[in-house]
Protein backbone atom coordinates (compact mmCIF):
# COMPACT_ATOMS: atom_id res chain seq x y z
CA UNK A 1 0.00 0.00 0.00
CA UNK A 2 1.20 3.81 -1.14
CA UNK A 3 0.86 6.60 0.54
CA UNK A 4 -1.86 7.99 -1.88
CA UNK A 5 -3.78 4.79 -1.48
CA UNK A 6 -3.88 5.29 2.24
CA UNK A 7 -5.40 8.26 2.16
CA UNK A 8 -8.02 7.66 -0.34
CA UNK A 9 -9.09 5.06 2.33
CA UNK A 10 -9.20 6.91 4.86
CA UNK A 11 -10.28 10.22 3.27
CA UNK A 12 -14.27 9.71 4.06
CA UNK A 13 -13.24 9.99 7.81
CA UNK A 14 -11.74 13.27 7.62
CA UNK A 15 -12.65 16.60 6.05
CA UNK A 16 -10.64 18.11 2.51
CA UNK A 17 -7.68 15.46 3.80
CA UNK A 18 -4.88 15.53 0.84
CA UNK A 19 -3.42 19.12 -0.07
CA UNK A 20 -0.20 20.08 1.90
CA UNK A 21 -2.01 22.18 4.15
CA UNK A 22 -5.45 22.88 5.78
CA UNK A 23 -7.56 26.16 5.69
CA UNK A 24 -10.31 27.49 8.25
CA UNK A 25 -11.95 30.69 8.93
CA UNK A 26 -10.78 31.26 12.70
CA UNK A 27 -13.24 33.21 15.26
CA UNK A 28 -13.06 36.89 14.66
CA UNK A 29 -13.89 37.30 18.35
CA UNK A 30 -11.49 34.02 19.92
CA UNK A 31 -8.40 33.61 20.72
CA UNK A 32 -7.12 30.21 18.80
CA UNK A 33 -5.35 27.38 21.15
CA UNK A 34 -3.36 24.53 20.21
CA UNK A 35 -2.35 21.35 21.42
CA UNK A 36 -0.19 18.55 20.14
CA UNK A 37 0.61 14.62 21.72
CA UNK A 38 2.07 11.69 20.58
CA UNK A 39 1.69 8.35 21.62
CA UNK A 40 3.81 5.34 20.55
CA UNK A 41 2.65 1.69 20.56
CA UNK A 42 4.41 -0.32 23.74
CA UNK A 43 4.80 3.27 25.47
CA UNK A 44 1.26 4.59 25.93
CA UNK A 45 -1.05 1.73 24.90
CA UNK A 46 -0.76 -2.17 23.70
CA UNK A 47 -2.63 -3.36 21.20
CA UNK A 48 -3.37 -6.35 23.86
CA UNK A 49 -5.58 -4.44 25.71
CA UNK A 50 -8.07 -2.53 23.34
CA UNK A 51 -8.77 -2.49 19.80
CA UNK A 52 -7.33 0.50 17.48
CA UNK A 53 -10.46 1.99 17.43
CA UNK A 54 -9.82 2.56 21.22
CA UNK A 55 -6.39 3.56 20.84
CA UNK A 56 -7.42 6.14 18.04
CA UNK A 57 -10.68 7.60 20.56
CA UNK A 58 -7.84 7.70 24.04
CA UNK A 59 -5.34 9.34 21.80
CA UNK A 60 -7.95 11.76 20.03
CA UNK A 61 -9.12 12.53 23.62
CA UNK A 62 -6.32 13.31 25.10
CA UNK A 63 -5.97 15.89 23.41
CA UNK A 64 -9.44 17.44 23.22
CA UNK A 65 -8.73 17.27 27.07
CA UNK A 66 -6.11 19.59 26.81
CA UNK A 67 -8.00 22.43 24.90
CA UNK A 68 -10.67 21.46 27.54
CA UNK A 69 -8.45 22.54 30.17
CA UNK A 70 -8.02 25.97 29.09
CA UNK A 71 -11.91 26.28 28.19
CA UNK A 72 -11.42 26.01 24.52
CA UNK A 73 -13.86 24.41 22.32
CA UNK A 74 -11.69 21.77 19.39
CA UNK A 75 -12.89 23.18 15.69
CA UNK A 76 -9.85 20.64 13.74
CA UNK A 77 -7.18 17.97 14.31
CA UNK A 78 -4.28 16.83 11.73
CA UNK A 79 -3.31 13.59 12.11
CA UNK A 80 0.63 12.28 11.99
CA UNK A 81 0.67 8.31 11.75
CA UNK A 82 4.10 6.12 11.73
CA UNK A 83 2.78 3.14 10.98
CA UNK A 84 4.92 -0.21 11.73
CA UNK A 85 5.61 -3.04 9.40
CA UNK A 86 2.70 -5.10 10.35
CA UNK A 87 -0.46 -2.64 9.96
CA UNK A 88 -2.38 -2.93 6.94
CA UNK A 89 -4.96 -0.48 5.57
CA UNK A 90 -7.61 -2.16 7.95
CA UNK A 91 -6.18 -1.27 11.09
CA UNK A 92 -5.63 2.17 9.91
CA UNK A 93 -9.41 2.38 9.34
CA UNK A 94 -10.44 0.91 12.87
CA UNK A 95 -7.48 3.77 14.00
CA UNK A 96 -9.14 6.89 12.26
CA UNK A 97 -12.51 5.21 13.36
CA UNK A 98 -11.27 6.01 16.93
CA UNK A 99 -9.99 9.43 16.06
CA UNK A 100 -13.20 10.19 13.78
CA UNK A 101 -15.54 8.93 16.09
CA UNK A 102 -14.01 10.89 19.28
CA UNK A 103 -13.56 13.78 16.76
CA UNK A 104 -17.86 13.59 15.52
CA UNK A 105 -18.72 13.83 19.37
CA UNK A 106 -16.55 16.74 20.09
CA UNK A 107 -17.44 18.19 16.85
CA UNK A 108 -15.00 18.91 14.88
CA UNK A 109 -13.40 17.34 11.80
CA UNK A 110 -9.80 15.93 10.95
CA UNK A 111 -8.44 18.48 8.32
CA UNK A 112 -5.34 16.56 7.09
CA UNK A 113 -2.16 14.74 8.21
CA UNK A 114 0.83 12.77 7.31
CA UNK A 115 1.95 8.87 7.14
CA UNK A 116 5.38 7.46 7.77
CA UNK A 117 7.10 4.04 8.18
CA UNK A 118 7.87 3.30 11.69
CA UNK A 119 8.91 0.41 14.01
CA UNK A 120 6.28 1.22 16.35
CA UNK A 121 2.97 2.06 16.15
CA UNK A 122 3.24 6.00 16.41
CA UNK A 123 0.20 8.96 16.23
CA UNK A 124 1.29 12.21 16.49
CA UNK A 125 -2.30 14.39 16.92
CA UNK A 126 -2.22 18.50 16.91
CA UNK A 127 -5.98 19.66 17.92
CA UNK A 128 -6.46 23.84 17.16
CA UNK A 129 -9.19 24.89 19.77
CA UNK A 130 -10.83 28.47 20.06
CA UNK A 131 -11.68 30.31 23.14
CA UNK A 132 -13.20 33.60 23.85
CA UNK A 133 -9.89 35.87 25.25
CA UNK A 134 -11.26 36.38 28.67
CA UNK A 135 -12.52 33.04 29.53
CA UNK A 136 -9.14 31.56 28.98
CA UNK A 137 -7.48 29.26 31.29
CA UNK A 138 -3.65 28.05 32.54
CA UNK A 139 -2.71 25.83 34.29
CA UNK A 140 -0.53 29.01 36.18
CA UNK A 141 -2.68 31.41 37.71
CA UNK A 142 -3.84 29.61 41.09
CA UNK A 143 -3.15 31.87 43.91
CA UNK A 144 -2.66 31.03 47.77
CA UNK A 145 -6.12 30.02 49.35
CA UNK A 146 -8.05 28.81 46.22
CA UNK A 147 -10.03 25.69 46.94
CA UNK A 148 -8.71 23.05 44.62
CA UNK A 149 -11.65 20.97 43.14
CA UNK A 150 -11.90 18.27 39.93
CA UNK A 151 -15.00 17.25 37.98
CA UNK A 152 -15.28 13.71 38.93
CA UNK A 153 -13.87 10.63 40.91
CA UNK A 154 -10.64 9.40 39.71
CA UNK A 155 -8.76 6.06 39.23
CA UNK A 156 -11.39 4.13 36.86
CA UNK A 157 -9.26 4.15 33.96
CA UNK A 158 -6.51 2.67 36.06
CA UNK A 159 -8.84 0.16 37.35
CA UNK A 160 -9.84 -0.58 33.85
CA UNK A 161 -6.26 -1.33 32.67
CA UNK A 162 -5.69 -3.31 35.76
CA UNK A 163 -9.06 -5.12 34.99
CA UNK A 164 -7.84 -6.05 30.79
CA UNK A 165 -3.93 -7.48 32.94
CA UNK A 166 -5.89 -9.29 35.29
CA UNK A 167 -9.66 -9.90 35.82
CA UNK A 168 -11.26 -9.94 38.77
CA UNK A 169 -14.79 -11.17 40.37
CA UNK A 170 -16.60 -7.79 39.66
CA UNK A 171 -20.15 -6.19 39.26
CA UNK A 172 -20.66 -6.04 35.81
CA UNK A 173 -21.68 -2.32 35.89
CA UNK A 174 -18.22 -1.76 38.23
CA UNK A 175 -16.25 -3.40 35.26
CA UNK A 176 -18.15 -1.61 32.66
CA UNK A 177 -17.20 1.13 33.86
CA UNK A 178 -13.47 0.65 34.72
CA UNK A 179 -13.29 -0.48 31.20
CA UNK A 180 -15.43 2.46 29.30
CA UNK A 181 -13.33 4.75 31.46
CA UNK A 182 -9.72 2.89 30.09
CA UNK A 183 -11.10 2.35 26.41
CA UNK A 184 -13.66 5.11 25.37
CA UNK A 185 -12.71 8.16 28.16
CA UNK A 186 -14.96 11.59 27.95
CA UNK A 187 -12.57 14.57 27.87
CA UNK A 188 -14.32 17.26 29.81
CA UNK A 189 -15.21 19.86 26.89
CA UNK A 190 -18.31 21.07 28.89
CA UNK A 191 -16.73 21.41 32.23
CA UNK A 192 -14.02 22.97 30.98
CA UNK A 193 -16.24 25.74 28.65
CA UNK A 194 -18.42 26.37 32.08
CA UNK A 195 -15.85 26.63 34.33
CA UNK A 196 -13.70 28.82 31.93
CA UNK A 197 -16.37 31.20 32.01
CA UNK A 198 -16.29 31.59 35.55
CA UNK A 199 -13.50 34.90 36.60
CA UNK A 200 -12.96 32.99 39.51
CA UNK A 201 -11.63 30.10 38.84
CA UNK A 202 -8.18 30.94 38.76
CA UNK A 203 -5.87 27.88 36.94
CA UNK A 204 -6.75 24.92 35.54
CA UNK A 205 -5.60 21.43 34.02
CA UNK A 206 -6.37 17.75 33.03
CA UNK A 207 -5.80 15.24 35.26
CA UNK A 208 -4.37 13.28 32.44
CA UNK A 209 -0.92 12.17 34.33
CA UNK A 210 -2.67 11.60 37.57
CA UNK A 211 -3.46 14.00 40.12
CA UNK A 212 -0.32 13.67 42.16
CA UNK A 213 1.57 14.73 39.21
CA UNK A 214 -0.81 17.69 37.48
CA UNK A 215 -1.52 18.91 41.22
CA UNK A 216 2.27 19.53 41.52
CA UNK A 217 2.17 21.26 37.62
CA UNK A 218 -0.64 23.22 38.51
CA UNK A 219 1.12 24.32 41.99
CA UNK A 220 4.63 24.99 40.00
CA UNK A 221 3.12 27.13 37.30
CA UNK A 222 1.36 28.94 40.27
CA UNK A 223 4.20 29.41 42.35
CA UNK A 224 2.00 27.82 45.17
CA UNK A 225 1.80 24.78 47.22
CA UNK A 226 -1.20 23.12 48.12
CA UNK A 227 -2.79 20.82 51.13
CA UNK A 228 -4.49 17.90 49.54
CA UNK A 229 -7.67 17.07 52.03
CA UNK A 230 -9.60 14.44 50.25
CA UNK A 231 -9.33 12.41 46.99
CA UNK A 232 -12.35 11.21 45.36
CA UNK A 233 -12.47 7.82 44.34
CA UNK A 234 -14.23 6.16 41.47
CA UNK A 235 -16.24 3.32 42.47
CA UNK A 236 -14.99 1.12 39.76
CA UNK A 237 -11.73 2.03 40.92
CA UNK A 238 -12.32 1.33 44.94
CA UNK A 239 -14.25 -1.91 43.69
CA UNK A 240 -10.65 -3.11 41.86
CA UNK A 241 -8.45 -2.10 44.13
CA UNK A 242 -10.21 -3.99 46.89
CA UNK A 243 -10.27 -7.43 45.06
CA UNK A 244 -6.75 -7.17 44.27
CA UNK A 245 -5.70 -5.90 47.94
CA UNK A 246 -4.33 -2.52 46.90
CA UNK A 247 -4.99 0.89 48.05
CA UNK A 248 -7.93 2.52 45.75
CA UNK A 249 -6.43 6.08 46.31
CA UNK A 250 -3.27 4.92 44.97
CA UNK A 251 -5.08 4.38 41.34
CA UNK A 252 -6.73 8.10 41.86
CA UNK A 253 -3.97 9.30 42.84
CA UNK A 254 -0.92 7.91 40.01
CA UNK A 255 -3.54 6.35 38.04
CA UNK A 256 -3.68 8.68 35.00
CA UNK A 257 -5.67 8.74 31.96
CA UNK A 258 -8.46 10.13 33.86
CA UNK A 259 -8.96 13.22 31.87
CA UNK A 260 -11.23 15.31 34.59
CA UNK A 261 -10.04 19.03 35.23
CA UNK A 262 -8.90 19.71 38.46
CA UNK A 263 -9.14 23.49 38.98
CA UNK A 264 -8.25 26.57 41.60
CA UNK A 265 -11.22 28.69 42.72
CA UNK A 266 -11.42 31.80 44.87
CA UNK A 267 -12.57 30.80 48.12
CA UNK A 268 -15.58 32.63 48.28
CA UNK A 269 -16.82 31.88 45.25
CA UNK A 270 -16.44 28.41 45.74
CA UNK A 271 -19.89 27.46 47.21
CA UNK A 272 -21.76 29.39 44.39
CA UNK A 273 -19.59 27.92 41.72
CA UNK A 274 -20.02 24.16 43.36
CA UNK A 275 -24.05 24.67 43.09
CA UNK A 276 -24.16 26.11 39.73
CA UNK A 277 -22.18 23.48 38.23
CA UNK A 278 -24.25 20.80 39.98
CA UNK A 279 -27.00 22.19 38.75
CA UNK A 280 -25.79 22.38 35.38
CA UNK A 281 -24.50 18.64 35.10
CA UNK A 282 -26.34 17.23 37.77
CA UNK A 283 -23.07 15.86 39.24
CA UNK A 284 -20.59 17.35 41.63
CA UNK A 285 -17.52 19.53 41.96
CA UNK A 286 -15.68 17.67 44.23
CA UNK A 287 -13.69 19.75 46.54
CA UNK A 288 -9.91 18.26 47.28
CA UNK A 289 -7.86 20.79 48.74
CA UNK A 290 -6.42 24.52 48.65
CA UNK A 291 -3.32 26.03 47.83
CA UNK A 292 -0.92 27.35 49.91
CA UNK A 293 1.83 30.36 49.30
CA UNK A 294 4.10 27.60 51.28
CA UNK A 295 5.53 25.70 48.06
CA UNK A 296 4.88 21.75 49.29
CA UNK A 297 2.50 19.63 48.31
CA UNK A 298 1.00 17.50 51.79
CA UNK A 299 -1.10 14.69 51.91
CA UNK A 300 -2.42 13.38 55.01
CA UNK A 301 0.05 15.45 57.04
CA UNK A 302 3.04 14.22 54.55
CA UNK A 303 5.02 15.57 51.63
CA UNK A 304 2.72 13.76 48.48
CA UNK A 305 5.10 11.90 46.43
CA UNK A 306 4.75 12.72 42.85
CA UNK A 307 3.77 9.29 41.48
CA UNK A 308 1.88 10.05 38.07
CA UNK A 309 2.68 8.65 35.12
CA UNK A 310 6.01 11.00 32.97
CA UNK A 311 5.58 9.76 29.71
CA UNK A 312 8.94 10.41 28.98
CA UNK A 313 10.48 8.83 31.93
CA UNK A 314 7.92 6.27 32.94
CA UNK A 315 5.78 5.77 36.00
CA UNK A 316 8.04 6.80 38.77
CA UNK A 317 6.60 5.23 42.18
CA UNK A 318 3.58 3.55 41.48
CA UNK A 319 3.99 -0.07 42.09
CA UNK A 320 0.98 -2.19 41.33
CA UNK A 321 0.19 -4.09 44.85
CA UNK A 322 2.85 -1.99 46.47
CA UNK B 1 15.87 12.94 32.59
CA UNK B 2 12.25 13.76 33.27
CA UNK B 3 9.99 14.71 30.70
CA UNK B 4 9.67 18.34 32.96
CA UNK B 5 14.02 18.43 32.84
CA UNK B 6 13.79 18.29 29.12
CA UNK B 7 11.18 20.83 28.82
CA UNK B 8 13.12 23.32 31.42
CA UNK B 9 16.29 22.85 29.44
CA UNK B 10 14.60 23.32 25.58
CA UNK B 11 12.36 26.51 27.15
CA UNK B 12 14.52 29.04 26.25
CA UNK B 13 14.36 27.91 22.42
CA UNK B 14 10.86 28.39 22.69
CA UNK B 15 7.49 30.56 23.46
CA UNK B 16 6.04 29.41 26.19
CA UNK B 17 6.25 25.87 26.04
CA UNK B 18 5.19 23.97 29.62
CA UNK B 19 0.94 24.69 29.19
CA UNK B 20 -0.86 22.21 27.62
CA UNK B 21 -1.85 24.48 24.90
CA UNK B 22 -0.67 27.12 23.43
CA UNK B 23 -2.83 30.59 22.94
CA UNK B 24 -2.81 33.02 20.16
CA UNK B 25 -5.00 36.02 18.48
CA UNK B 26 -5.40 34.97 14.93
CA UNK B 27 -5.59 37.78 12.31
CA UNK B 28 -9.46 38.87 11.66
CA UNK B 29 -8.91 39.28 7.91
CA UNK B 30 -6.84 36.15 7.41
CA UNK B 31 -7.61 32.49 7.08
CA UNK B 32 -5.31 30.43 9.55
CA UNK B 33 -3.51 27.17 7.95
CA UNK B 34 -2.17 23.80 9.22
CA UNK B 35 0.42 21.64 8.18
CA UNK B 36 1.75 18.74 9.63
CA UNK B 37 4.97 15.82 9.41
CA UNK B 38 6.47 12.98 10.68
CA UNK B 39 9.91 12.02 10.29
CA UNK B 40 11.36 8.94 11.56
CA UNK B 41 15.00 8.16 11.74
CA UNK B 42 16.03 5.24 9.37
CA UNK B 43 12.99 6.50 7.13
CA UNK B 44 13.18 10.12 6.63
CA UNK B 45 16.87 11.04 7.72
CA UNK B 46 20.11 9.22 9.42
CA UNK B 47 22.40 11.14 11.51
CA UNK B 48 25.07 10.12 10.03
CA UNK B 49 24.47 12.13 6.78
CA UNK B 50 23.91 15.29 9.27
CA UNK B 51 24.00 16.59 12.28
CA UNK B 52 20.67 16.77 14.60
CA UNK B 53 20.37 21.08 14.58
CA UNK B 54 20.41 19.84 10.51
CA UNK B 55 18.00 17.32 10.86
CA UNK B 56 15.76 19.82 12.86
CA UNK B 57 15.95 22.67 10.51
CA UNK B 58 15.18 20.21 8.55
CA UNK B 59 12.55 18.50 9.42
CA UNK B 60 10.43 22.22 10.37
CA UNK B 61 11.27 23.66 6.74
CA UNK B 62 8.82 20.93 5.54
CA UNK B 63 6.72 22.27 6.92
CA UNK B 64 7.17 25.60 6.29
CA UNK B 65 6.99 24.69 2.81
CA UNK B 66 3.90 23.19 3.09
CA UNK B 67 2.32 26.05 4.54
CA UNK B 68 4.62 28.16 1.45
CA UNK B 69 2.82 26.35 -1.12
CA UNK B 70 -0.86 27.48 0.08
CA UNK B 71 0.84 30.99 -0.01
CA UNK B 72 0.67 31.50 4.04
CA UNK B 73 3.42 32.68 6.06
CA UNK B 74 4.03 30.47 9.76
CA UNK B 75 2.73 32.00 12.83
CA UNK B 76 3.74 28.79 15.32
CA UNK B 77 4.40 25.57 15.48
CA UNK B 78 4.32 22.62 17.96
CA UNK B 79 6.81 19.58 18.38
CA UNK B 80 6.37 16.45 19.48
CA UNK B 81 9.58 14.22 19.84
CA UNK B 82 9.67 10.83 20.56
CA UNK B 83 13.20 10.20 21.88
CA UNK B 84 15.05 7.25 21.55
CA UNK B 85 16.71 5.63 24.81
CA UNK B 86 20.03 6.72 23.21
CA UNK B 87 19.59 10.26 23.16
CA UNK B 88 20.23 12.79 25.70
CA UNK B 89 19.79 16.51 26.84
CA UNK B 90 22.74 17.62 24.41
CA UNK B 91 20.94 16.11 21.80
CA UNK B 92 17.43 17.65 22.16
CA UNK B 93 19.42 20.74 22.57
CA UNK B 94 21.44 20.59 19.23
CA UNK B 95 17.71 19.13 17.32
CA UNK B 96 15.52 22.11 18.78
CA UNK B 97 18.54 24.59 18.20
CA UNK B 98 17.67 23.34 14.24
CA UNK B 99 14.43 24.06 14.57
CA UNK B 100 14.48 27.07 16.32
CA UNK B 101 17.30 28.53 13.74
CA UNK B 102 14.86 27.91 11.43
CA UNK B 103 11.68 28.96 13.23
CA UNK B 104 13.47 32.27 13.65
CA UNK B 105 14.70 32.89 10.19
CA UNK B 106 10.94 32.09 8.95
CA UNK B 107 9.94 35.01 11.98
CA UNK B 108 7.60 32.28 14.03
CA UNK B 109 8.23 30.23 17.41
CA UNK B 110 7.59 27.05 18.85
CA UNK B 111 4.87 27.42 21.42
CA UNK B 112 4.22 23.71 22.68
CA UNK B 113 4.68 19.84 21.94
CA UNK B 114 4.79 16.91 23.75
CA UNK B 115 7.78 14.15 24.77
CA UNK B 116 7.46 10.54 24.65
CA UNK B 117 10.18 7.66 24.15
CA UNK B 118 10.23 6.12 21.38
CA UNK B 119 12.70 2.97 19.46
CA UNK B 120 13.55 5.64 16.97
CA UNK B 121 14.00 9.20 17.34
CA UNK B 122 10.73 10.72 15.51
CA UNK B 123 9.83 14.10 15.46
CA UNK B 124 6.28 15.27 14.56
CA UNK B 125 5.43 18.99 13.90
CA UNK B 126 2.67 20.74 13.45
CA UNK B 127 3.26 24.77 11.75
CA UNK B 128 -0.11 27.06 12.29
CA UNK B 129 0.53 30.40 9.17
CA UNK B 130 -2.27 32.51 7.85
CA UNK B 131 -2.98 33.65 4.24
CA UNK B 132 -5.48 36.39 3.07
CA UNK B 133 -8.64 33.97 1.96
CA UNK B 134 -8.53 35.76 -1.73
CA UNK B 135 -4.74 34.22 -2.29
CA UNK B 136 -5.04 30.89 -0.85
CA UNK B 137 -3.60 28.11 -3.04
CA UNK B 138 -3.96 24.54 -3.39
CA UNK B 139 -2.94 21.96 -5.92
CA UNK B 140 -6.19 21.59 -7.04
CA UNK B 141 -6.76 24.56 -9.12
CA UNK B 142 -5.09 23.85 -12.39
CA UNK B 143 -6.62 24.26 -15.71
CA UNK B 144 -5.67 22.50 -19.25
CA UNK B 145 -3.36 25.04 -20.52
CA UNK B 146 -1.48 26.77 -17.55
CA UNK B 147 1.87 26.93 -17.77
CA UNK B 148 3.65 24.38 -15.09
CA UNK B 149 6.98 26.42 -13.66
CA UNK B 150 9.38 26.07 -10.38
CA UNK B 151 11.06 28.29 -8.59
CA UNK B 152 14.16 27.09 -9.19
CA UNK B 153 16.84 24.20 -10.12
CA UNK B 154 16.07 20.38 -8.89
CA UNK B 155 18.00 17.69 -7.74
CA UNK B 156 20.17 19.96 -5.90
CA UNK B 157 19.23 18.15 -2.15
CA UNK B 158 19.82 14.59 -3.79
CA UNK B 159 23.21 15.30 -5.05
CA UNK B 160 24.27 16.72 -1.12
CA UNK B 161 22.41 12.88 0.05
CA UNK B 162 24.84 11.09 -2.58
CA UNK B 163 27.95 13.29 -1.43
CA UNK B 164 27.28 12.09 2.25
CA UNK B 165 27.28 8.49 1.21
CA UNK B 166 30.12 8.20 -1.35
CA UNK B 167 32.13 11.52 -1.77
CA UNK B 168 33.43 12.63 -5.38
CA UNK B 169 36.00 15.58 -6.34
CA UNK B 170 33.84 18.55 -7.04
CA UNK B 171 34.80 22.35 -6.89
CA UNK B 172 33.99 23.35 -3.49
CA UNK B 173 31.37 25.79 -4.43
CA UNK B 174 29.26 23.34 -5.93
CA UNK B 175 30.27 20.96 -2.95
CA UNK B 176 28.83 22.97 -0.61
CA UNK B 177 25.74 23.81 -2.66
CA UNK B 178 24.55 20.90 -2.55
CA UNK B 179 25.31 19.67 0.88
CA UNK B 180 23.37 23.10 1.90
CA UNK B 181 21.02 21.93 -0.19
CA UNK B 182 20.54 18.80 1.83
CA UNK B 183 21.39 19.89 5.29
CA UNK B 184 20.05 23.59 5.37
CA UNK B 185 17.01 23.67 2.51
CA UNK B 186 15.27 26.80 2.18
CA UNK B 187 11.69 26.78 2.00
CA UNK B 188 10.30 29.32 -0.54
CA UNK B 189 8.08 31.82 1.66
CA UNK B 190 8.29 34.55 0.00
CA UNK B 191 8.13 33.31 -3.55
CA UNK B 192 4.86 31.29 -1.88
CA UNK B 193 4.01 34.73 -0.93
CA UNK B 194 4.42 36.46 -4.13
CA UNK B 195 3.23 33.75 -6.05
CA UNK B 196 -0.05 33.01 -4.16
CA UNK B 197 -1.30 37.28 -4.71
CA UNK B 198 -1.41 36.62 -8.12
CA UNK B 199 -5.11 35.71 -9.21
CA UNK B 200 -3.14 33.91 -12.28
CA UNK B 201 -1.50 31.50 -10.31
CA UNK B 202 -3.87 28.94 -10.28
CA UNK B 203 -2.30 25.87 -8.02
CA UNK B 204 0.76 25.38 -6.35
CA UNK B 205 2.75 22.33 -4.43
CA UNK B 206 5.97 22.22 -3.15
CA UNK B 207 8.29 19.48 -5.14
CA UNK B 208 9.60 18.19 -1.32
CA UNK B 209 8.88 14.63 -3.03
CA UNK B 210 10.36 14.82 -5.88
CA UNK B 211 9.07 16.63 -9.44
CA UNK B 212 7.71 14.09 -10.92
CA UNK B 213 5.39 12.84 -7.86
CA UNK B 214 4.65 16.21 -6.70
CA UNK B 215 3.62 17.20 -10.41
CA UNK B 216 1.47 14.16 -10.82
CA UNK B 217 -0.25 14.97 -7.30
CA UNK B 218 -1.06 18.88 -9.10
CA UNK B 219 -2.58 16.86 -12.01
CA UNK B 220 -4.69 14.52 -10.13
CA UNK B 221 -5.93 17.32 -8.12
CA UNK B 222 -7.18 19.40 -10.82
CA UNK B 223 -8.03 16.63 -12.91
CA UNK B 224 -5.77 17.34 -15.61
CA UNK B 225 -2.57 15.47 -17.63
CA UNK B 226 0.79 17.54 -18.00
CA UNK B 227 3.28 17.74 -20.87
CA UNK B 228 6.60 18.19 -19.30
CA UNK B 229 9.00 20.12 -21.75
CA UNK B 230 11.88 20.68 -19.46
CA UNK B 231 13.61 20.05 -16.40
CA UNK B 232 16.07 22.65 -14.88
CA UNK B 233 18.55 20.62 -13.27
CA UNK B 234 20.92 22.44 -10.43
CA UNK B 235 24.57 23.14 -11.35
CA UNK B 236 25.64 21.09 -8.15
CA UNK B 237 23.52 17.77 -9.16
CA UNK B 238 24.60 17.76 -12.47
CA UNK B 239 28.37 17.88 -11.13
CA UNK B 240 27.63 15.32 -9.13
CA UNK B 241 25.65 13.24 -11.40
CA UNK B 242 28.39 13.01 -14.15
CA UNK B 243 30.97 12.70 -11.47
CA UNK B 244 28.79 9.19 -10.87
CA UNK B 245 27.67 8.78 -14.10
CA UNK B 246 24.22 8.66 -13.59
CA UNK B 247 21.10 10.79 -15.49
CA UNK B 248 20.86 14.25 -13.36
CA UNK B 249 17.73 14.72 -14.76
CA UNK B 250 16.63 11.50 -12.30
CA UNK B 251 18.31 13.88 -9.56
CA UNK B 252 15.40 16.59 -10.41
CA UNK B 253 12.58 14.85 -11.88
CA UNK B 254 12.80 11.98 -8.29
CA UNK B 255 15.42 13.41 -5.72
CA UNK B 256 12.89 15.18 -3.37
CA UNK B 257 13.40 17.67 -0.54
CA UNK B 258 14.14 20.26 -2.95
CA UNK B 259 11.63 22.65 -1.63
CA UNK B 260 11.19 24.27 -4.75
CA UNK B 261 7.45 25.43 -5.66
CA UNK B 262 5.80 23.63 -8.83
CA UNK B 263 2.71 27.00 -10.06
CA UNK B 264 0.45 26.10 -12.71
CA UNK B 265 -0.27 29.90 -14.25
CA UNK B 266 -2.82 31.07 -16.91
CA UNK B 267 -1.16 31.00 -20.11
CA UNK B 268 -1.73 34.46 -21.01
CA UNK B 269 -0.08 35.48 -17.50
CA UNK B 270 2.64 33.95 -17.51
CA UNK B 271 5.41 35.61 -19.26
CA UNK B 272 4.37 39.01 -17.10
CA UNK B 273 4.38 37.18 -14.08
CA UNK B 274 7.87 35.45 -14.83
CA UNK B 275 8.92 38.66 -15.39
CA UNK B 276 7.79 40.35 -12.28
CA UNK B 277 9.36 37.32 -10.38
CA UNK B 278 12.44 37.57 -11.78
CA UNK B 279 12.87 41.38 -11.21
CA UNK B 280 11.81 40.69 -7.45
CA UNK B 281 13.90 37.57 -6.76
CA UNK B 282 16.63 37.85 -9.05
CA UNK B 283 16.72 34.44 -10.36
CA UNK B 284 13.85 32.96 -12.92
CA UNK B 285 10.50 31.39 -12.76
CA UNK B 286 11.72 28.03 -15.07
CA UNK B 287 9.11 26.81 -17.44
CA UNK B 288 8.84 23.38 -17.16
CA UNK B 289 5.84 22.29 -19.13
CA UNK B 290 2.06 23.00 -19.63
CA UNK B 291 -1.17 21.60 -17.87
CA UNK B 292 -3.56 19.57 -20.66
CA UNK B 293 -7.08 17.84 -20.34
CA UNK B 294 -5.65 14.08 -21.67
CA UNK B 295 -4.88 12.69 -17.72
CA UNK B 296 -1.52 11.30 -18.83
CA UNK B 297 1.81 13.02 -17.54
CA UNK B 298 3.86 13.36 -21.02
CA UNK B 299 8.26 13.30 -20.43
CA UNK B 300 10.27 13.29 -24.03
CA UNK B 301 7.40 11.73 -25.84
CA UNK B 302 6.22 8.76 -23.35
CA UNK B 303 4.99 8.50 -19.70
CA UNK B 304 6.45 9.94 -17.05
CA UNK B 305 7.56 7.42 -14.68
CA UNK B 306 6.10 8.19 -10.83
CA UNK B 307 9.72 7.90 -9.09
CA UNK B 308 9.63 10.38 -6.03
CA UNK B 309 10.19 9.15 -2.92
CA UNK B 310 6.76 7.96 -0.85
CA UNK B 311 7.34 8.44 2.52
CA UNK B 312 5.55 5.64 3.48
CA UNK B 313 5.84 2.82 0.22
CA UNK B 314 9.56 4.23 -0.04
CA UNK B 315 11.70 5.43 -2.80
CA UNK B 316 9.26 3.25 -5.91
CA UNK B 317 11.21 3.91 -8.70
CA UNK B 318 14.43 5.50 -8.46
CA UNK B 319 17.41 3.18 -8.33
CA UNK B 320 21.12 5.36 -8.13
CA UNK B 321 22.97 4.15 -11.31
CA UNK B 322 19.99 3.22 -13.18
Known sequence: ?????????????????????ALWQPSRSHRSAISSDMLVEGVHFTRD??????????AMTANVSDL??????????????????AI???????LYGGFAACAAEAGFSIVGGDLSRSDALTIAIAVV????????????????GDVLAVTGALGAARAGLELTRAPVHLRSELE?????????????????????????????????DGLSTDLARLCEASGCGATLESVPVAESAAAVAAARGEDPVRYALAGGEDFEL?????????????GRYA?????????????????EIEWNGAPLERSGWDHFGGRTAFTPGA
Not at 76 to 82: E, F, I, R, S
Not at 188 to 206: E, T
Open 1 to 21: MTEDEIIAAIRPLTKGIGDDA
Open 49 to 58: AMSLEDVGWR
Open 68 to 85: AATGARPVLATVALGLAP
Open 88 to 94: GIADVME
Open 129 to 144: GEVRASNAKSRGGGRP
Open 176 to 208: RAALCAFRRPQARLSDGRFLAASRNVDAMIDCS
Open 262 to 274: LVAVRPRAFAHLA
Open 279 to 295: ARFGRPLHRVGVLRAAP
